[in-house]
């Protein structure tokens, strides 16, 4: 299956934008579950950084890693990478219950974090996690890629804060994903693992509203979760929703799934329709249905009129070069800790809080897992 129709194996390529020179950041990598780590990595390497290690449990996904990024060399142990003294980060996307408690390790080993989405699966994760960064001085970056690495949701940001659209008060996400459940691992279709559909893929569509919108907290109004296409896995969520407002008033409405057809050339077509006082913006980020295969379509409507921005090869992605220095000189430009963490932790709110409208097990059974 092509990249393009294969979201958890999707990983952008963009210009290298070099902040650093070479041997300046090296980095290691612990976990390969998630194909995420793959544009982890290659947004790091564009802005400088060199993987020089890599250790999975699984010695194939080792060996296809280190085709991709020929400079890392296997380790024998998880602890050879958090011992290593050559590097200052370690990336991950581990499986998802899993990563907040490999997190503390790695801080606690004097190395800055990068990790997937999403980047806890409870509350006492992201608490825990609280804790070390302020114990450690040290950077626990988490990959909101559906933000950070789409050319045009970069782009929209940069619009919003030229004033484009005036104040922004409301924003729509979809996230629809491609379930392809043949080349999924066991650990995907249960939500102890991978800590539910609104804790997982929502976690991207919260982020987005409170970055665009400016907020620094929001409250959880409304969640839904639901199972309707995937019986044979009872444990499983392929629908989930929220509605959310923030401390600054904007509201906001969410939708992520597993249900994309097959007849969509691309892995889900997300998007996002951002109101603002002064006009709206629509961000149509991996495909223009029926008009065009390319990605990264933006809208724009405002009192000076209407325009269409194709934007693939055009913005790059500013937030690995922006990480990377803020590891190296203890700076906070890429992105805050604070709103980071405050991301994921609504999505778990979200996610405890949420109606089940249909599953295969009771609404009880779910919610007591």
């Not at 934008?17 to 990598?29: A, D, L």
């Not at 579950?33 to 564009?46: Q, V, W």
């Not at 959310?244 to 799934?257: E, Q, S």
Request: proline residues 4%; aromatic residues 12%.
């Amino acid at each position: 299956m092509s990249n393009q129709a294969d979201g958890m194996n999707y990983a952008p390529k963009g210009k290298p934008n070099k902040v650093v020179e070479e041997g300046e950041f090296s980095f290691g990598i612990i976990g390969l579950d998630h194909g995420h780590i793959y544009g982890m990595c290659y947004g790091l390497t564009e802005a400088g950084g060199q993987a020089v290690i890599v250790y999975d449990e699984d010695q194939e996904k080792i060996q296809q890693f280190i085709k991709a990024f020929p400079h890392a060399r296997a380790a024998a142990s998880e602890e050879e990478v958090l011992e290593n003294q050559e590097i200052k980060l370690i990336a991950s996307a581990s499986i998802p219950s899993l990563r907040g408690p490999l997190g503390l390790k790695v801080l606690d080993h004097g190395k800055n974090y990068f990790v997937d989405k999403p980047a806890f699966t409870t509350s006492e994760q992201v608490e825990d996690a609280k804790k070390k960064t302020k114990e450690t001085g040290l950077k626990w970056g988490i990959y909101y890629s559906e933000r950070l690495h789409v050319e045009s949701a970069v782009f929209a940001g940069q619009l919003i804060d030229q004033g484009a659209i005036g104040r922004v008060v409301q924003v729509i996400g979809t996230g629809p994903h491609r379930s392809n459940t043949k080349n999924r691992p066991e650990w995907f279709f249960d939500p102890e693992y991978f800590g539910g559909i609104l804790c997982d893929i929502g976690s991207h569509q919260i982020e987005q509203f409170l970055f665009y919108t400016g907020a620094k907290d929001a409250e959880v109004l409304h969640s839904k979760v639901a199972n309707y296409s995937h019986k044979e896995y009872p444990k499983f969520q392929d629908f989930g929703d929220a509605t959310l407002v923030a401390d600054n008033g904007a509201t906001f409405y969410f939708r992520v799934d597993w249900l994309t057809p097959d007849g969509l050339g691309t892995w889900g077509d997300g998007r996002a329709i951002i109101l603002g006082t002064e006009g709206y913006i629509e961000i149509r980020k991996y495909i223009d249905i029926a008009r065009s295969p390319s990605s990264n379509h933006l809208y724009l409507v405002n009192q000076q009129g209407e325009k269409h921005f194709a934007l693939s090869g055009k913005v790059g992605f500013p937030y690995f070069g922006e990480f990377i220095l803020d590891c190296l000189n203890g700076t906070e430009n890429a992105m805050s800790q604070e709103h980071a963490f405050k991301a994921a932790a609504l999505c778990i709110e979200a996610q405890e809080k949420a109606v089940v409208v249909e599953s295969s097990q009771t609404a009880s059974q779910v919610g007591s897992e």
